[in-house]
Structure formats: structure tokens, C-alpha cells
């Protein structure tokens, strides 16, 4: 397989992925070793590039992608919109929900890349998401909050602490958001709202410091590789959060959570039948 063909692939897993819940990290550690990226398919320093610089790009695109479908939203709540009190702002409240993740993801990060990013947790992980997100849409009572710019302080801190399940390969972050915010009053559009906007401070933080750590790994032949990446990653997920924007508007989330337990057994199946299929 060509270079460019992989980009253009993982660009398409990853903007198809990332702001589903279905879980895009999950997703890349099952489809990048059937692209060959893995040890012995390739040397060490192009793995490493692929799984970590590669990545970075492709979710920054992704991420830019939510900026440009909300740019208005962000405009107006940002330095438009009067809040009574400083704790009512939005991005006060984006600002507590991040900390959770970002404070788990200081302490125990690299435990979790070393011990967690494995195709048997994620396959584990979008079987119980799914069988979760049924249940969570199945108890749905009557929402409290119809926008995001609504949702209480707490409620944004309780959002961020459920982000942190997301650090589970297979969890999904739009997923851990989405029924937290659910679970919390939230209509389904304030929830998914609320999720791509916290998805923003996040991804960029997330992006920027494995941006630094990995900077020198990057070369001058590999810009067009990550250039091409990064423009795929960011049209497919603009055409994706459009999508999903309007489809839960009158949908539920059943589909998504059907199509994790099937994925999630398939894979389990995959592993007993080819042990060495998925491996890195």
C-alpha cells in the first residue's frame, strides 16, 4: 500500500469517527495494523510515526473542522452574549468540564497508552458503551437544558468527569459526553452541542502537547503526507458533524449503539479465529 492511499484512509477513519460515538481511537487501533503499521510491516521510526505524529495531524483536523461548523455559535457566546455572572459564561464552563480529563490525562496517560491501547479493551469497551448508551436513551426522562450556553456549572463539571471514561480505547469521548449530558437533563442537541464545544479545548490541548513531545520526529519529506491527512480528516468530519447535527434532531442513538456491540463481537471473534491479525 502506498503512503498517500494509507493518509487518505486514516484521515477518512478519523473523520468519520471522531465526533460519532463510536470511537475514533478504537477504530485507529484496529484499522492501523491492517494498513501495516506495525512492527515488522515497517521500521520503528515510521510506526512511530504514523501512530503518533500522523494522528496529531489528522485530529487537529478534525477538531478545526467543529470550530468551522460552529464558528457563529462560538462568536456570539464568546464575546457576545452577556452573561449575569462570571460563572455562567461558556467558556467558564468549558474550562471545568476540561480539567478532569486533562488532570486524569497529566497522571495516568501514559500508563494508559501502555496498558490499555490493546484491540481486545476496545473491543470490550464498544460492547459495554453500546449496551449503555440503549439503556441511558431507554431511561431518558424529561430534559432540563435545551442549550448548551444553559447548562449550570456543576452540570459542565459532571460532563468532564464523564469525559474521562473516554480515555478508555473504545469508549468514545462524543459518546462519554453525549449520555453524560443525557444523563444530566440535557436534550440530545444541547448535549451533542455541549460535547463538540468541549471537544475543542480538549483535542487542541491533547494535540498541542503531543505536537511539542513529537516535534522533532517530524521531516520534511512527511509535510505532504500530514498535509493530505489533515485536509481529509477535515472535510469528512465537517460533512460528518453537519450530518450528525441534523440527524439527532429527530433520531435516536440506537443505530450507533448497535453498531458498536456487533463491531465489539466481530472483533473478539476476529482475535480467537486470527490472534495476530490486529496485533502491532
Known sequence: MTDPLRAIILGVVEGLTEFLPVSSTGHMILVEPLLGIKSGSMPPQAVRFWKEVFDIFIQIGAILAVVLYFWRQLWQLT????????????????FVAFLPAAILGKLAGGWITEHLKTPPVVAGA?????????????????????TAAGVPLMTALLIGVAQCLAMIPGTSRSAATIMG??????TAPAAAEFSFFLAIPTMFAAGGYSLLKYRHDIAADQLGLLGLGF??????ALVVVAGFMRYIQTHKFAPFAVYRIVLGI???????EWPGLFAG
Open 126 to 146: 464498544l460492547v459495554v458503551g453500546g449496551i449503555l448508551i440503549i439503556a441511558i436513551e431507554r431511561g431518558m426522562r424529561h430534559p432540563r437544558f435545551h
Open 231 to 236: 485536509c481529509v480528516a477535515f472535510v469528512v
Open 266 to 272: 466481530a472483533v473478539v471473534a476476529v482475535i480467537i
Open 181 to 186: 449530558a443525557l444523563l444530566l437533563g440535557l
Open 79 to 94: 464575546f457576545k452574549a452577556r452573561a449575569a455572572s462570571w460563572p455562567d459564561h461558556i467558556l467558564v464552563k468549558l
